[in-house]
């Protein structure tokens, strides 16, 4: 036992600063990229495709309409995308295919929005874009903030029975004042959304 902890102590230095020089390495080689074979990458490839994807809903004919840009401007294209394109081209079976062309349409929807802040383009931050949105987004989002922090409530609590009854009790007032904000914008948002049925 003494041994292996000797030799951690000597070998997870080393580890370590590897690890770290070569994420810097990495870091700075992606910062390093210049920008003219990036613009070719967002305009030629992944804003188009992007576009394709939004604006067209049958899968063969966006095949169809990817594969120009594929065969076009292959070497600008991201290698994790070349491979879901080429899955989604062999691809038989539907079920999979769907499964395929999900995991392809969320590539693009990443790259095309690094491809963005990269180049500078005008990106809206979170809270601009709530404030833009409809009002059935924006109860949308505030469900899954309730959500998310009466999940993390029940989880500390949890955790609080064996460590403390004052954090305890901390996260089960959150809990319960979650549950409620979250059971009336539920609420509010079927109201809404009857309204505007009735109102059609």
């Not at 404030?131 to 109860?139: C, D, F, L, Q, R």
């Amino acid at each position: 036992m003494e041994i292996i902890f000797e030799a951690l102590k000597i070998l997870l230095p080393s580890i370590i600063t590897g690890l770290f020089a070569f994420f810097i390495a990495k870091y700075t080689y992606h910062k390093n990229i210049p920008l003219d074979k990036l613009e070719i990458s967002y305009n030629r490839i992944y804003y188009p495709i992007y576009q394709i994807i939004s604006n067209e809903n049958d899968l063969k004919k966006i095949i169809d309409k990817c594969m120009l840009y594929f065969c076009k401007y292959n070497k600008y294209i991201d290698a994790s995308t070349i491979r879901l394109f080429n899955l989604l081209c062999e691809c038989g079976k539907e079920t999979k295919r769907k499964s395929i062309y999900r995991r392809f349409k969320d590539n693009i929807y990443d790259r095309n929005s690094y491809l963005r802040i990269r180049l500078g383009y005008l990106q809206p931050s979170f809270a601009q874009m709530y404030k833009y949105a409809m009002p059935s987004t924006k109860s949308f989002c505030r469900i899954m903030i309730g959500l998310f922090f009466i999940y993390v409530s029940l989880i500390v609590c949890g955790i609080a029975t064996i460590v403390s009854t004052t954090i305890f009790k901390i996260f089960a007032v959150i809990f319960v004042v979650s549950m409620l904000w979250t059971v009336c914008e539920f609420i509010w948002y079927l109201l809404r959304s009857l309204y505007y049925k009735i109102r059609k």
